[in-house]
Structure formats: C-alpha cells, structure tokens
T-cell receptor, first 111, second 116 residues
Framework: GQNIDQPTEMTATEGAIVQINCTYQTSGFNGLFWYQQHAGEAPTFLSYNVLDGLEEKGRFSSFLSRSKGYSYLLLKELQMKDSASYLCAVSPNQAGTALIFGKGTTLSVSS | TAGITQAPTSQILAAGRSMTLRCTQDMRHNAMYWYRQDLGLGLRLIHYSNTAGTTGKGEVPDGYSVSRANTDDFPLTLASAVPSQTSVYFC???????????????FGPGTRLTVL
C-alpha cells in the first residue's frame, strides 16, 4: 500500500531551528514535495526533491534519501509566521501527477 | 493575477440534495485534481484529470463525479449529499512532471461544505 508518515505536532521557539521528518512507502517514486498550509488557507508549495541530497531555499531546506524512504524539512531562524501545518507529499508514478499526502505536521512557534 | 478560483467559498447543503463545486484555472495546466481535507485525515484525492477529456478516480471517489470538458474547468458534483461529505474541498492544478518545473500543484482557496 501507500503510506506517508510524519509527526502530528511540533513546537519550537522563535529564532530556533526545527526539523520535520517524513517517511514514505509508495508503489513508485517520482519526487517528494513539501507544502505549507496556514489555518483556513490553501496549501502552498515549498520544495521539491527527486534526487538524493539537500535542497536549500532561503530559511527552508529539504533533504531526501530515496534508499531510506526518508525526507526532512528544515526551518531555520523560526518566525511566528512559520506557525502552520507542513504537508509531505509523494508523486508515486510518472503516468500522472497525482500526489499522495501525509496527514501533515502542525508546527507552533512561540516567542 | 493567474491562479485557481473555486466557488462557492462555503455552502450549507441539506442531505439528499445535489451540488456542483466549481473550479477554474487560467494557467493552462494539463492536470487538475479535487481533494477533500478532514481533521486528522489530511488531504485525500477524490478525482483527477491528467488532460482535458480524461478523468480518473482517486482514493475516495464514491459519491462524487467530475467532468473535464476543457482545459480550464473541472467541476465536482455531489449527486446526493450525505453528512459524511462535510469537509473542505480543494481544487488544484499542475503541469506534467518533467515538462515544466517540478510539477508542483497549485491550490485554489477551497470550498467549505457542510451537509446537514
């Protein structure tokens, strides 16, 4: 079957660094996405990894290990506005672009 | 501004009634999707369309139907609504992976549906 696991909730303080892990077991693999979703809003794209390694984009970085079925999203210099849900999603095949989403990790940043 | 629009923003519907949720994108993306998002369950795919004229079933298709008559529009119809269809519905679109960028999905603002 298809399964994506990520922690339900995490807390952190302003200025800190937080790592959100995601493990996946899917029938195929054609890339892993991270999305951010603020309460009451639509998900917005953060990052995409298809090859092993680290992709850095400003304060956010995403890492992928295909052999381990593992990814993480690293958020540096946390700000209050980073309080949101972070969704890990996998594209399982090339035939279509449908994604399988994890249930999301709700991150609360406090001052 | 380019993007995806959904209508209505929210709706209260009596059980047994039918309803069509509308979705329109102006990015000329080939692929479009409908998801429902429920607390504790995350985003679940209802139906998708990889190109105009074709549709496919996702993880939770029962009770829903879609059509894709053209590139821009992808309506979702509930033929006879039930309370378990109370949810937030998101429409999304993307280009095909490998053709343009990462194939990231762009989401509409969502429709909050309550079935009583």
């Amino acid at each position: 079957g298809q399964n994506i696991d990520q922690p339900t909730e995490m807390t952190a303080t302003e200025g800190a660094i937080v790592q959100i892990n995601c493990t996946y077991q899917t029938s195929g693999f054609n890339g892993l996405f991270w999305y951010q979703q603020h309460a009451g809003e639509a998900p917005t794209f953060l990052s995409y990894n298809v090859l092993d390694g680290l992709e850095e984009k400003g304060r956010f970085s995403s890492f992928l290990s295909r052999s381990k079925g593992y990814s993480y999203l690293l958020l540096k210099e946390l700000q209050m506005k980073d309080s949101a849900s972070y969704l890990c999603a996998v594209s399982p095949n090339q035939a279509g672009t449908a994604l399988i989403f994890g249930k999301g990790t709700t991150l609360s940043v406090s001052s | 501004t380019a993007g995806i629009t959904q209508a209505p923003t929210s709706q209260i519907l009596a059980a047994g009634r039918s309803m069509t949720l509308r979705c329109t994108q102006d990015m000329r993306h080939n692929a479009m999707y409908w998801y429902r998002q429920d607390l504790g369950l995350g985003l679940r795919l209802i139906h998708y369309s990889n190109t105009a004229g074709t549709t496919g079933k996702g993880e939770v298709p029962d009770g829903y139907s879609v059509s894709r008559a053209n590139t821009d529009d992808f309506p979702l119809t509930l033929a006879s609504a039930v309370p378990s269809q109370t949810s937030v519905y998101f429409c999304a679109s993307s280009e095909q992976l490998g053709l343009a960028g990462s194939g990231e999905q762009f989401f509409g603002p969502g429709t909050r549906l309550t079935v009583l």
